[in-house]
Structure formats: structure tokens, C-alpha cells
């Protein structure tokens, strides 16, 4: 059974710019979530996603957005790169109803 | 707002030996869930045990073990015979058991050293 995907690994980017990151959860998984890895901040939400739908957001801007595709692949994006946006992030998927949530590799994004 | 503190920033033990992370949590709901996740190097988060608030009995995977005490507010992971393959970063986190509103809520972690 293939694990939760997540590409690319390694990003490197322009302040200014913007990123897409993708995660591709277990099959049968219907609920995605996001997650923001610093060392400063530790592992912080980013959102969840379940059936295309958000339905859970934390405290970041509005430059942090999302999506859910039908077949529940999802797709983070980040608007007008900062520096302070250097981090790891890290996808989840979880089955409805069950909180074992299932970690992908996340994609280390390094903004220049 | 439910917090999650991990105490230790670092700890040592010796292989074959047993060690013991801790955590504590706030919360004001009386049904919740915990985890121990571990993160190695390669960087995926890896569920190491859980443990639903209703249930008294502490959870135990294999060579790990939880002291779990509710009226505390303390969760912490019992590693026994440390292998080598246990160093790695180790969060603990807390998820609302109700209510589609949930996430889950990391401690800041404790980085596990294993000595041969």
C-alpha cells in the first residue's frame, strides 16, 4: 500500500515568487492536511481539506491557499514568496473518522 | 487554546537501555486523543503510539509504552531496550476527539540520542 506522496522534495525559490506543492494521500483517504515545520516555530496547521472542501484553517495568511482534487490529491500554494516562508511542509491524510494521521516526506522549500 | 509542552529539548540514553520523554498538555475538553509521532532524518513523521482519553488502560506498542494521567494533564513515552534506530526527533500532539474542527497540536519536540 503506497504511503502518502509528496513532490517535489527539495525546492528552491526567489523572494517575490509563488510555489505549488502537491501531496498525494493514501488510497481511500479522503482527508488532507497541511502542516508548516520551522525551527523556530515548530509544527504548525496550515489546513485540512476533506471531500474538495476546506473545513479546517489555522492562523496563517491569506498568501497560503489550497485545494482538493476529486480523486483527493491535494495542492498547497503559496503566494508572494518571503523568506520567512523557508521551511518544511508537511501533508497528511487520515480516513474519515480515524485520527491516525499518516505523514508524507514533506517538501523542503527554501525561499532566497 | 490547547497547548502542548515538551520539557526536554534533549535526552541520551544508552542502547539497550530505558528512557522515558515527557509531556504534558492543556486542554479543556474531557475527550481528545494523543500521540508520540517520531521524526527521523529522512524527515516523515512516523505514528509511534496513540492513545484515546476515554480509555484508562495506557496504550503499549511493542518496545513502547505510555504513562498516560489525565487528571495531570501528562502523556509521557516509555522507550524500552533502545535500539540504535530509535534516535530521532519525537513530538508529542493532541487532537480534539469531536467536531470536524480539529488538528493536530505539537509540542516543540525532543531530540532523542541513542549511544552504542
Known amino acids: 500500500k503506497a504511503g502518502v506522496t509528496q513532490t517535489p522534495r527539495y525546492l528552491i525559490k526567489t523572494r517575490g515568487q509563488q510555489v505549488t506543492l502537491s501531496c498525494s494521500p493514501i488510497?481511500?483517504?479522503?482527508?488532507v492536511s497541511w502542516y508548516q515545520q520551522t525551527p523556530g516555530q515548530g509544527l504548525q496547521f496550515l489546513f485540512e481539506y476533506f471531500s474538495e472542501t476546506q473545513r479546517n484553517k489555522g492562523n496563517f495568511p491569506g498568501r497560503f491557499s489550497g485545494r482538493q482534487f476529486s480523486n483527493s490529491r491535494s495542492e498547497m500554494n503559496v503566494s508572494t514568496l518571503e523568506l520567512g516562508d523557508s521551511a518544511l511542509y508537511l501533508c497528511?491524510?487520515?480516513?474519515?473518522?480515524?485520527?491516525?494521521?499518516?505523514f508524507g516526506s514533506g517538501t523542503r522549500l527554501t525561499v532566497v | 487554546a490547547q497547548t502542548v509542552t515538551q520539557s526536554q529539548p534533549e535526552m541520551s540514553v544508552q542502547e539497550a537501555e530505558t528512557v522515558t520523554l515527557s509531556c504534558t498538555y492543556d486542554t479543556s475538553e474531557s475527550d481528545y486523543y494523543l500521540f508520540w509521532y517520531k521524526q527521523p532524518p529522512s524527515r516523515q513523521m512516523i505514528l509511534v503510539i496513540r492513545q484515546e482519553a476515554y480509555k484508562q488502560q495506557n496504550a503499549t506498542e511493542n518496545r513502547f509504552s505510555v504513562n498516560f494521567q489525565k487528571a495531570a494533564k501528562s502523556f509521557s513515552l516509555k522507550i524500552s531496550d533502545s535500539q540504535l534506530g530509535d534516535a530521532a526527533m519525537y513530538f508529542c500532539?493532541?487532537?480534539?476527539?469531536?467536531?470536524?474542527?480539529?488538528?493536530?497540536?505539537f509540542g516543540k519536540g525532543t531530540k532523542l540520542s541513542v549511544k552504542p
Open positions: 488510497s481511500g483517504h479522503r482527508s
Open positions: 497528511a491524510s487520515s480516513p474519515e473518522g480515524d485520527y491516525g494521521y499518516t
Open positions: 500532539a493532541y487532537r480534539r476527539r469531536w467536531g470536524s474542527q480539529g488538528n493536530l497540536i
